[in-house]
């Protein structure tokens, strides 16, 4: 077997890529994967060669062969300049802001980002004293109206977390870089898979690798890429604060990438067979999946994605909460539980109502945000179809 050269890599379509990205088994004694490397201390074999400190690796902090190989891999995936790995999602977020804002900025978020991540712009980034403004999701180009002076990021999350809006993300990214501000997207749901963030306009991409990438719900973890422009300021802000992930973490994620494609093309299938098979229920008045026909950023999904991901939000009709309750506490199937993009089936309630600013958050009934998983879609339907049955004769009593 011969070194792949570098021009055929490029041509490489994405599930061979995931192959062979980041792997070098001539360094690891032919062996296929590259181990878990845990550790501090780096020895110099020199005086002069430590004075020299060019070493490949020369500590903990500054990454390891199995950090080398993740972040090497994520960037040839997300067409990056760059990658860092930190501890979780969250982490990734917080990076990211911190990467692109100073004290005394504007930061625009979509009113539909990860709520935690509001948690961090009104709390941290307030301290800081940088002001976030939120703005509805789909104003695209609109967002011109609301730039300052000193605006200098904008946040964007498609589809938008539990409300699955779009974003019209190039439109915005053309608006940012008019004013010379970073466009910083949490891009968790599509994985650069479906969605090629920096290709797109997107300076900072964040992908929480707790969801497909892991696609086992059992490690956390964060990956920020930076386009060219921003690559090396992200580097110099993650080695500031030494926010590094874990070597088993890592380790796990590499195991995960290798099978990504796959398990997000069956996500995408099984999600797109629920999604379709609660439209035709009684109980549902409606589905937010950007992937279906009728949903409003139906468009905007055909134009940019190159796929869809099995997590989407049902809207039921109205009916009291404890018949909702009744439906939730009696599926088999589907667990209650925060985070998704494992191989089992999630469901959780939510309402965004209270915490929004931007935008009135009113459906028109209860919503339900489902994980489809990778069991048969008839027993998930058989599943639901039992807790509907048992929620229909709550309501009525
Ligand atoms: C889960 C999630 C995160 C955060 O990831 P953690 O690893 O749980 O911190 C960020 N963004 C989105 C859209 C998420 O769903």
Redesign the pocket.
Known sequence: MSDLDPETRKTLRPRTRLVYAGRKPEEQFGYVNTPIYRGSTVLSPTAADLRRGDARFTYGTEGTPTTEALETAWSELAGAAGTVLVP????A?ALALMTALSAGDHLLVTDSA?R?TRRFCDGYLKRMNVETEYYDPTLGAGVATLMRPNTRAILV?APG?QTFEMQDVPAIADVAHAHGACVIM?N??ATPLFFPPHARGVDLA?E?G??YLSGHSDL???LVSANEAWNGRLRETYGLFAMNAGPEDCFLALRGLRTLELRLREAERQGLAMANWFMTRPEVKDVLHPALPHDPGHAIWKRDFLGSSGLFSVILHPVSQAAVDAFLDSLQLFGMGY??GGYESLVIPFDCSRYRTATHWSPGGPGLRFQIGLEDVADLQADLERAFAVMVEAAGK
């Open positions: 979780t999602g969250l982490a977020i990860y935690p999350e977390s949490d968790t749901w964040i929480a707790t969801k956390m973890l964060g985070s998704w």
